[in-house]
Nanobody, 124 residues
Framework: QVQLVESGGGLVQAGGSLRLSCAAS????????MAWFRRTPGKEREVVAI????????YYSASAKGRFTISRDNTKSTVYLQMSSLKPEDTAVYYC?????????????????WGQGTQVTVSS
């Protein structure tokens, strides 16, 4: 089992920045690719960013590219999402996810582990 706990969400004005953190415990963190997803009411959950086990490969959604940066620290078993130039449409619950298969995170369906989520609200 892997436990994932997100933090860092909150209220921010448009154009501002936030950094989300996801602390993992349980199994060996470096054995898992990690991802951030988000969900807004009435919409499907969407993948925001993914990072490989070693951190050398990343993937970003079109909406995240150029504004968000995913990173990980395997010594701290933590993955981060640095969000900049935030827009009201970024308002969502952000979820951390872990899976041993990078492309399964891209598909966003059956994923090994999910966190509880953290709310991000961007005011205009």
């Amino acid at each position: 089992q892997v436990q994932l706990v997100e933090s860092g969400g909150g209220l921010v004005q448009a154009g501002g920045s936030l950094r989300l953190s996801c602390a993992a415990s349980g199994r060996t963190f470096s054995n898992y690719a990690m991802a951030w997803f988000r969900r807004t009411p009435g919409k499907e959950r969407e993948v925001v960013a993914i990072i490989s086990m070693s951190g050398t490969v990343t993937y970003y959604s079109a909406s995240a590219k150029g504004r968000f940066t995913i990173s990980r620290d395997n010594t701290k078993s933590t993955v981060y999402l640095q969000m900049s130039s935030l827009k009201p449409e970024d308002t969502a619950v952000y979820y951390c996810a872990a899976d041993q298969i990078f492309n399964r995170l891209r598909a966003g369906g059956r994923v090994d582990y999910w966190g509880q989520g953290t709310q991000v609200t961007v005011s205009s």
